[in-house]
């Protein structure tokens, strides 16, 4: 009930198109979905983060789809660049949370000149 | 503004000894949670302090324990270590005005790498 299922594990997408990563959730109480990008030696760095009453949010290349009634959401990162080869984590946590993340498995991205 | 800093960045311990990892938020900013990431288990969340008091925990045994100080600064100590404590711990802060339960937007910390012979 409280995990959330990443995938794929990792991904490799050529110069200029359009990487997607999925997540999937069991818990509907969830109310904060954000995704955090990681480069090699370097904390989580917020990307973008939504809540269930919007269902699609965009920040430049960026755009989180949220499909309550599948309990998925995805991030979509578009003109893929090699700069954006990190490792990509979505996240859910509860109201009443106190912060809580309870994070996904993680998506290794490679994106190929 | 500076972002949230911790130390050390690297630590070797062995087996039985203990730890105390620090962390600064970032200016102004009340709340610290503290996560363990390794590549087995992912990142886990282990507590939340905000104004001095822990909010959160998350299922870590008893070794694992934490504190916040009236500067917001948190340290972090895990006794009698065992070999599986080798992780990645990151720190996250994050500005919050009142003590309501809901999930503010956290900023972490580059992590202390925690190795455990």
């Known amino acids: 009930q409280q995990q959330v299922k990443q995938s794929p594990q990792s991904l490799i997408v050529q110069k200029g198109g359009i990487s997607i990563i999925n997540c999937a959730y069991e818990n509907t109480a969830f109310d904060y979905f954000p995704w955090y990008q990681q480069f090699p030696g370097k904390g989580p760095a917020l990307l973008i983060a939504i809540r269930p009453d919007v269902s699609e949010k965009k920040e430049g290349r960026f755009t989180i789809s949220f499909n ?9 990162i578009m003109d893929s660049q ?19 993340l309870i994070f996904g498995a993680g998506t290794r991205l490679a994106v190929h000149p | 503004k500076a972002g949230v800093t911790q130390t050390p960045r690297y630590l070797i311990k062995t087996r039985g000894q203990q730890v105390t990892l620090s962390c600064s938020p970032i200016s102004g900013h009340r709340s610290v949670s503290w996560y363990q990431q390794t590549p087995g288990q992912g990142l886990q969340f282990l507590f939340e302090y905000f104004s001095e008091t822990q909010r959160n925990k998350g299922n870590f045994p008893g070794r694992f324990s934490g504190r916040q100080f009236s500067n917001s600064r948190s340290e972090m100590n895990v006794s009698t270590l065992e070999l599986g404590d080798s992780a990645l711990y990151l720190c996250a802060s994050s500005y919050r005005l009142a003590a309501n339960p809901s999930t503010d937007t956290q ?3 580059p992590g202390t790498r925690l190795t455990v012979l």
């Open chain 1, 68 to 76: 309550k009634s599948a309990k998925q959401f995805s991030l979509h």
């Open chain 1, 82 to 100: 090699p700069g954006d080869s990190a490792t990509y984590f979505c996240a859910a946590s509860l109201p009443g949370g106190y912060n809580k």
């Open chain 2, 107 to 109: 900023y972490f910390g």
